[in-house]
T-cell receptor, first 113, second 113 residues
Framework: DTEVTQTPKHLVMGMTNKKSLKCEQH?????MYWYKQKAKKPPELMFV???????INESVPSRFSPECPNSSLLNLHLHALQPEDSALYLC????????????FGPGTRLTVT | GENVEQHPSTLSVQEGDSAVIKCTYS??????FPWYKQELGKRPQLIID?????GEKKDQRIAVTLNKTAKHFSLHITETQPEDSAVYFC????????????FGGGTRLMVKP
């Protein structure tokens, strides 16, 4: 299985809602990532988990809260988002260490109203 | 931190022609350079990558060259086909300092039949 899956595919939420994005992989990868991608822009790294521990947080606002409950799952909890947070949220995974391909999931298209 | 610049932002070629996309990076410690293709509404997919101990790599119609001294790398697509139309992103990473990919701004390639 060389696939990263993400749910939901689309999400519309109000600014006072709490929601979660989910990501799953069964490739035995021990590094997992969240990226944010705005239209016509490259993916921007948000968080990196290595061996289920948060290793990189790219100064992301606290309204985004990542969680890695086990080596196959990665969640992104959302609370009190702003309309400018509307974007495609991509999950990726890879082996830990040098120069290994990051496999991307299909993304969750998030709209904040 | 790393900064990756990519040119051109759009590229239109006739089917069968070659396409070249160029990237420069700022961090001389970067040692892994992947290229991703992203079709509209889909996930980024790795098409080729190169490590800093190699100057050139080829896979069928796709090749990548790396000049470490000048800190630039390029993607070459020969005999372009309409299905090559997509957005292409270069990226750079120092995998001795964590699995962080920094992406270039992207190139929208259009192959006219």
């Amino acid at each position: 299985d060389t696939e990263v899956t993400q749910t939901p595919k689309h999400l519309v939420m109000g600014m006072t809602n709490k929601k979660s994005l989910k990501c799953e992989q069964h490739m035995g990868h021990r590094a997992m990532y969240w990226y944010k991608q705005k239209a016509k822009k490259p993916p921007e790294l948000m968080f990196v988990y290595s061996y289920e521990k948060l290793s990189i947080n790219e100064s992301v606002p606290s309204r985004f809260s990542p969680e890695c409950p086990n080596s196959s799952l990665l969640n992104l909890h959302l609370h009190a988002l702003q309309p400018e947070d509307s974007a495609l949220y991509l999950c990726a995974s890879s082996q830990v260490g040098g120069g290994d391909e990051q496999y991307f999931g299909p993304g969750t298209r998030l709209t904040v109203t | 931190g790393e900064n990756v610049e990519q040119h051109p932002s759009t590229l239109s070629v006739q089917e069968g022609d070659s396409a070249v996309i160029k990237c420069t990076y700022s961090d001389s410690a970067s040692n892994y350079f992947p290229w991703y293709k992203q079709e509209l509404g889909k996930r980024p997919q790795l098409i080729i990558d190169i490590r800093s101990n190699v100057g050139e790599k080829k896979d069928q119609r796709i090749a990548v060259t790396l000049n470490k001294t000048a800190k630039h790398f390029s993607l070459h697509i020969t005999e372009t086909q309409p299905e090559d139309s997509a957005v292409y992103f270069c990226a750079a990473s120092n995998n001795n300092a964590g699995n962080m990919l920094t992406f270039g701004g992207g190139t929208r390639l259009m192959v006219k039949p």
